[in-house]
Structure formats: structure tokens, C-alpha cells
């Protein structure tokens, strides 16, 4: 399930996106899946982040929440439908020579609020300007390495340094919001005053910093069934029991981020993000923990954890079974072998840890953030101690940043979103300077492979170099992962259906229609 | 009067100057990167690096500290490093409903504590019994737990309050006074249990005074008395114990603030804590301790008033 290369796959996909977008656009009182195309009213959603800008190019970590209003405020090139496939937005179709050039053509009819069109000489300017930004926002580096040149009014034609087969997917989940380029001279005023072309305008007698946001309809968009809300009220919440104590009370519609597990709101739970979320071996080159350099002894705690127990007991049916490799059961690549690699085995831990010259065990230094992964991983040294393994964990939140980098902890708690574009996850995980690889660690195989994903033309060939990937993943035994977390959204869906991409941290605005 | 008021601003300028130093020293103290809090997870060193320079974290503590006490002795509280909004702006947004908060739970308080304080040192008997009773208990509930149950009780239950909100009074009194009842209420539960036993024992006080017994000799209405004589000498420790009360309120309110989703200047602190966001916590402790100070001086204003005997 990936954009697949050559004109004819993609003029088909973009006709169905196009067909689908107008049967949208029709309005009337069809229903889809649940959803009609019922409009008006008001949606209220609970967010947890605050909005400190307005410029797509600049949002940081609170994406997750700006989403919702970047998206209202902007338009994307492409949106993307629930398995993360490309949709025409802006752009109506699109072609790709090979995994290095990209070739989209927009819309003529897309003018921004200040009547500037959005044609590909803004595109290009907003390549120019994400590459350039003081404070570069979450998804600026999927645009790293990209020129952008406009053929025509309609025609814009990307050049990728290194080759990406997800590069469409990035731009459909957060990496083409296009402001106008006459607000891009003075990016710092998109601080505070949006500049875009999307379904909504900005009511700033309404909005107040910090607290709360006001959109309401643009009267010129011109995809306006596809958001059917005619206002979007958005409000910060700090504390999330009494995001969901107002939801209960009927005053928020939808709260952005929720426990899986916590059904307290009355609202209904849409799993979203998966959450790769463990114990990570640092200290995988023995630099104070040797025998962590052993892969056997590595491979020997992947058999002595009860992956089984651990879900059932902490986790139930916000998690699924994780394999210490960053794959859901759903991604492109995982096969069911990656489930038997490690069986709960006990006497094949031991086995392992006599060849690898630890029969007795060892112990080992863990940094543990309780709010990352507190009783798991309490859970996990429970079972290890049991193979005579011991972790000392040792709670270090309140000084986890210094601690991570401090070189001292051979082990850590980590947690690593799955995301839209499978690249950037493995590459995030295993790159050198990643966020979580404090020790610097590079697997040339993963590396490689990596490499050859980035080239694969062919659905096939993607599919077997992923498999790869996941194995190489669990083979090489980074990580001691028993449990993929799963984040979610907490809707009433007696007046909202909400789908969702795999991958995105949360729905996209078009996804969330009403009910009847 | 005038020389009271001058004294106490003038000693109002090192409490602030010591409040300022104590609080950069222990946020500083606290570990915590508001750059990584910014960035998340798909930062690499060379970002955080990159932000920490853009925002001034990796000059030295005490330059750091000069730099912000210079600003705010011009009068800019410098920006937000997480949102990068004026400090002063957010404060002064947040500002309204926390002094709205403040005010309506002491006034609810007061109406309440003085009029059964009254109330029971006059009737005594069971009726005195029963409030010091229910006041004891008043006093040991904390002002969340009150929340929580209000909230299930009046939002969540009947319905009758929002579970969360703040309309300013501005745009809508009654909205104003109904999102912020609950909220007001939670706090206003032990502040009236204060002020009421201080109340019923400073009356009981007066009461058992001579005067009181001569001017009821005199026959003069038992109601004047009360009114016209013991309120005005019992209402002197009451003052003092509504000033602390009020102050009272601004430490109860970043709990009370984050569970009714209120949007002063508690949660604007429990967010900039979480965040080490150190200008707005910073901003934020400069500002309850100016309202800490006026309110003293306020009521230092009172009781001079109410009682000659302490006026300077």
C-alpha cells in the first residue's frame, strides 16, 4: 500500500481522489461510512497544546494539536486517505520519474485571503522559505535537500537531493501547507497573523493567546463541503481531567489526545498514533556495560521478557504486541516471522547468556522515566531478573534531558512515534544523531538498507527491502520492546465521525464530518 | 495614612527584588530543557544546540539573571521561550480571571463567614454547636477534592454549572458569575470556614466586654448594639483573616485554575513550569507577589480605618 511510480498509476489515483473530492464538494445528505455531509454548527475540540504560531513553516512539537488549526487556516498540496496514500487537494495530480523527481499540478482557482494566488511560484517560495526559516518547524526536514521549480502557473516540479518514495506522503501530512508568498518577506508576522488559503479564516476578536481559537468559514474556499463545520473552536486545556470533564458536560466535541485506556470522558476512542516504546540499549558498543556488546546477550532479554503478560496486564487493548522492532502489525514489511523471532523462552535466555559468557547474569544501569514507561518497565525487569539479569532503574524525569546526554546510562525508557512515511521513523531511530541515539550508534546494515528503500521503483521490491529493515531491527536487538502503545482521540460520535491516516498523530480536519 | 502607604511601597521594592532573585535561583535549580520540551523527539543535538543559542539558555546563569532584571526594571518581563508571546501580554491576559476568581470567592466568603459567625456567637446553643461543627470540617477539605465533587454533583450530574470555562465579565456578566461559581465555591468553602470561626469568636469577645453590658443597661436595642458597636470592634481580626484569605486564593488557584480549565494566571504558571519556561514563571511569581503586597497593604488600610489605635 504505497504511492507506486509511472503516469498511469498516478493520473488513477488522482482521478478517484478528484472523483471522490467532488462527490464531497456536492454536499446534499449522502452518507458515507457513518458520516454524511451534514454541515453547520460548531465544533469544539479539546486540545492539549498551545498555538504559538501561525506559520506551518515554524510549527514545533505542539503539532499535534496545531494541526487542527494549521490545517484550517492552510491548504496542503495533497491530503492523504487512510493508509497514507496521496489525495488531490490543491494539487490534482501527480507524476514521478523516479524517486527523486515529483511533478504536480495544481489548481488555477486557489487564491489565499489576501487575493494572492496560490499558483507554483508560491510553492516554490515556500520551499525556499522552509529552508530558511529562524525557527524551523517538525516537518521543514522532509523538504531538506528539495528544489522546487514552478514550469507554469499550475505545474511545479520537485528535484529531491536523496531519493524518497514517501515524499508525497510527506507533503500530505504536514509538509505542504502554503502560506502566500507575500507574507513570506516578513515570516515573523506569521507569528501571529496567518496568511493562507485553507477552509477557514482566523476570528481574532474571539481568540485569545494561549487560551483559545476561533476559525470560522473562508467564504471564498472553494472545497467548502469537505469541512462541514461552520466554526471550529479550539481550546487549550492544560489538565486533561478537566478536558474530559468537559466533555462529559457536552462542551467539547472532541479532545485531541487521550489515554487509550481512559474511556472517562464518555467519548469514543479512535486509536491514532502507535507509540514504539521501551527499553533502548544504549550501550550497545560495551563502553560501561560489556555485555551489552554481546548481540547474544541482547537477544537473550528479547526471550526472557513475556511480551503476552506484559500487554495483557498493563496494557490490554490500548497496545498491540510489539516485536523490539518499530513495525505494527499493519506496516508495510511485517510478516508473522517477526513474531516468532522471540518467543518467550527462558531457557534459551539462559542458553544464550552461558555462550555469551554471563551465566550468572549481570547488572545493568537503566534510566527510566516513569512517565514513559514506568511500569513496564518495572514489569520487564521483573522477567529479566528471573534469567539473572538485574536493571537498576533509576528514575531520572526530573533531569532527563542532561541524563541521556550524560553518557552514563546504558539503558533508557525511550518512546519513538510511529509516523506517516516509514522512512523517517527507521531513519530517526537509527540515524547517528538521532534523538534517542545519544551513544551515537549506526548499524551499517540498517544504513543500507535504508538506502536501497529510497531507490525501490516497484511495490514489490519496497515491500522486501521493509521486511528486511524490520528484521535487521530485530536482529541487531536495539531495543527491548514487548508493547506498541497506542496513542488516540476521544470523539462523540453521536455527532462526529472521525477517521484517520496510520501514522498521523491525529485526524486530519477533513477527515472529521458529522453524524446524520 | 499617606506615610503608611509610602512606607510600604518603598518596602515593596526589595520583597520584590528578593522574590525575583529566589524564584530565577530555584527555576533555574529546577532541571528541565525547554528546548527539548519545543523540538520533541525528531530534534537532533545540533537543533537543540541551535534553539538553546537562539534563546539565550547557554549564556551564563548570572548574565542570564542581569539581562532579565534589567528588562523588567524597564517594564518588559521579556517573551515566552515556549510561545514566544510577550510575557507581560500573556500575564495580562490571564491577569482578569484570577482577580475575578479572588474577588467572588472572597466575597462569597465573607458574606457567608461573617453572617454565620454572627449568626452562631448570637443564637449559640445547638445552632452555634452545629456550624463550628460543619466549619471543622469546612476547614479540612481541600479546596480540589470540593472541586472534583462539585464538579461531578453540578456539571457532570445536574448540569447546572459548565464542568469548565471563563466568560469575561465584560462580554457577559451572567456567563461570567456562571462559569465561575464552581471554581469560586471549591476555594470558598475553607476561606468561609476561616473567616466564619474568626468571626463567631471575635463577637463572642466583644460581646463579654463591659461596654456592651452598659449599653445594654441604657436600653438600647439589643440589633444596635450588634450592629453599631460590636461588629465594628469585632470586624478588626476578621479584616486581617480575609486578607489572608485572599491571599490564600492565589496559592489554592493553579489547581483550581487547571481543573476548571480557567485561563489566569495559575495555569499560565503550572504550564510554564512544565515547560521550564522561566520568563513566564518568572512573570507569573512577580505578579502574585505584587498582589500579595497590595492586598496587605490593603488591608493594613482597613484595620487603620476600622481602628485608630493602629494608624500611623
Known amino acids: ?516 | 495614612m499617606i506615610k503608611l502607604v509610602i512606607k510600604r511601597l518603598l518596602l515593596a521594592i526589595p520583597t520584590l527584588f528578593v522574590v525575583a532573585t529566589f524564584s530565577f535561583g530555584l527555576i533555574k535549580m529546577v532541571p528541565g530543557d525547554p528546548a527539548v520540551f519545543i523540538l520533541g523527539q525528531t530534534a537532533s543535538q545540533a537543533d537543540i544546540d541551535k534553539l538553546h543559542d537562539q534563546l539565550g539558555l547557554n549564556r551564563p546563569v548570572l548574565e542570564q539573571y542581569t539581562t532579565w532584571l534589567t528588562s523588567a526594571l524597564h517594564g518588559d518581563l521579556g517573551t515566552s521561550i515556549l510561545t514566544g508571546r510577550p510575557v507581560l501580554q500573556a500575564l495580562e491576559i490571564a491577569l482578569p480571571p484570577t482577580l475575578s476568581l479572588a474577588l467572588l470567592t472572597t466575597l462569597i466568603s465573607l458574606i457567608l463567614g461573617v453572617g454565620l459567625g454572627v449568626f452562631a456567637a448570637v443564637k449559640r446553643g445547638v445552632w452555634d454547636g452545629a456550624i463550628q461543627g460543619v466549619s471543622s470540617f469546612g476547614l479540612a477539605v481541600p479546596s480540589f477534592w470540593a472541586a472534583y465533587i462539585l464538579v461531578m454533583i453540578f456539571a457532570l450530574g445536574l448540569r447546572i454549572f459548565p464542568a469548565t470555562g471563563y466568560t469575561p465579565l465584560s462580554q457577559d456578566p451572567t456567563a461570567w458569575l456562571i462559569g465561575l461559581a464552581l471554581p469560586a465555591i471549591s476555594i470558598a468553602i475553607g476561606n468561609t470556614c476561616q473567616i466564619l470561626l474568626q468571626t463567631r469568636a471575635s463577637v463572642l469577645e466583644i460581646l463579654s466586654r463591659d461596654f456592651v453590658r452598659t449599653l445594654q443597661a441604657t436600653g438600647i436595642h439589643r440589633t444596635t448594639i450588634l450592629a453599631k458597636h460590636v461588629l465594628r470592634n469585632a470586624a478588626i481580626p476578621v479584616a486581617v483573616v480575609t486578607g489572608i484569605s485572599f491571599i490564600g486564593v492565589f496559592s489554592g488557584v493553579v489547581v483550581i485554575e487547571a481543573i476548571f480549565n480557567t485561563p489566569g494566571l495559575g495555569n499560565l504558571l503550572l504550564t510554564g513550569v512544565r515547560s521550564a519556561d522561566f520568563p513566564m514563571v518568572q512573570g507569573a511569581i512577580l505578579f502574585f507577589a505584587i498582589l500579595v503586597i497590595v492586598v496587605n497593604l490593603v488591608v493594613d488600610l482597613v484595620t487603620g480605618w476600622l481602628d485608630p489605635r493602629v494608624r500611623f
Request: hydrophobic share 40%.
Open chain 1, 1 to 516: 500500500m504505497r504511492f507506486t511510480f509511472g503516469k498511469r498509476a498516478a493520473a488513477i489515483t488522482a482521478a478517484v481522489s478528484a472523483a471522490a473530492m467532488m462527490f464531497s464538494a456536492c454536499g446534499g445528505q449522502s452518507t458515507q461510512g457513518g458520516a454524511s455531509t451534514a454541515t453547520g454548527g460548531t465544533l469544539t475540540i479539546a486540545m492539549q497544546g498551545d498555538i504559538t504560531t501561525y506559520d506551518p513553516w515554524s510549527a514545533q512539537s505542539g503539532l499535534n494539536g496545531s494541526l487542527f488549526v494549521i490545517g484550517g487556516l492552510y491548504d496542503s498540496l495533497l491530503n492523504l486517505d487512510e493508509s497514507g496514500q496521496p489525495v488531490a487537494n490543491v494539487a490534482t495530480s501527480w507524476e514521478s520519474a523516479d524517486s527523486s523527481h515529483y511533478t504536480l499540478t495544481l489548481r488555477d482557482d486557489v487564491k489565499f485571503t489576501d487575493g494572492t494566488a496560490l499558483n507554483a511560484e508560491a510553492v516554490v517560495k515556500n520551499v525556499e522559505y522552509a529552508a530558511k526559516v529562524k525557527t524551523p518547524g517538525e516537518c521543514n526536514s522532509y523538504l531538506t535537500g528539495v528544489t522546487a521549480t514552478a514550469k507554469d502557473d499550475t505545474t511545479v516540479e520537485f528535484a529531491l537531493k536523496t531519493p524518497s518514495v514517501g515524499f508525497l506522503t510527506d507533503l500530505g501530512s504536514c509538509a505542504s501547507f502554503i502560506v502566500s508568498p507575500s507574507a513570506l518577506a516578513n515570516g515573523e508576522d506569521l507569528k501571529t497573523t496567518p496568511a493562507g488559503s485553507g477552509p477557514y479564516i482566523l476570528d481574532t476578536s474571539a481568540s485569545v493567546a494561549g487560551q483559545k481559537w476561533v476559525l470560522t468559514r473562508n467564504p471564498d474556499y472553494w472545497n467548502k463541503g469537505a469541512y462541514p463545520f461552520d466554526t471550529l473552536n479550539l481550546q487549550y486545556f492544560a489538565d486533561a481531567t478537566a478536558a474530559a470533564n468537559a466533555a462529559q458536560a457536552g462542551q467539547v466535541d472532541m479532545i485531541q489526545s487521550v489515554d487509550a485506556t481512559n474511556d472517562t470522558s464518555g467519548l469514543a476512542i479512535l486509536h491514532t498514533s502507535t507509540d514504539f516504546r521501551g527499553l533502548m540499549f544504549q550501550d550497545i558498543t560495551g563502553k560501561i556495560s560489556k555485555p551489552l556488546a554481546d548481540v547474544r546477550v541482547r537477544q537473550a532479554m528479547q526471550y526472557a521478557i513475556d511480551r503476552d503478560a506484559i500487554k495483557t496486564a498493563l496494557y490490554s487493548d490500548s497496545g498491540e504486541l510489539g516485536y523490539s522492532t518499530p513495525f505494527t502489525s499493519t506496516s508495510e514489511g511485517f510478516t508473522d516471522a517477526l513474531k516468532t523471532t522471540y518467543t518467550y523462552d527462558p531457557e534459551k535466555a539462559k542458553q544464550l547468556l552461558t555462550e555469551a559468557g554471563y551465566p550468572d547474569g549481570f547488572t545493568v544501569k537503566v534510566m527510566e522515566v516513569p512517565a514513559i514507561y514506568g511500569d513496564a518497565a518495572q514489569a520487564i525487569a521483573g522477567q529479566l531478573a528471573k534469567v539473572g539479569i538485574t536493571l537498576e532503574l533509576s528514575d531520572q524525569s526530573a533531569d532527563f534531558f542532561n541524563q541521556l546526554k550524560s553518557g552514563k546510562w546504558a539503558m533508557v525508557t525511550f518512546n519513538w512515534t510511529i509516523g506517516t512515511n516509514p522512512v523517517h521513523t527507521y531513519e530517526g531511530l537509527s540515524s547517528k544523531t538521532g534523538f534517542w541515539n545519544t551513544f551515537g550508534n549506526t548499524s551499517p546494515t540498517i544504513d543500507g538498507l535504508l538506502a536501497e528503500l529510497a531507490q525501490d521503483k516497484d511495490d514489490a521490491a519496497y515491500k522486501a527491502t521493509l521486511e528486511k529493515i524490520a528484521k535487521a531491527f530485530q536482529d541487531e536487538s536495539w531495543y527491548l520492546v514487548p508493547v506498541l502503545v497506542s496513542g488516540a482521540t476521544a470523539y462523540n460520535d453521536k455527532k462526529l465521525s472521525v477517521t484517520h491516516t496510520q501514522g498521523a498523530p491525529i485526524s486530519f480536519l477533513y477527515q472529521i464530518k458529522q453524524v446524520g
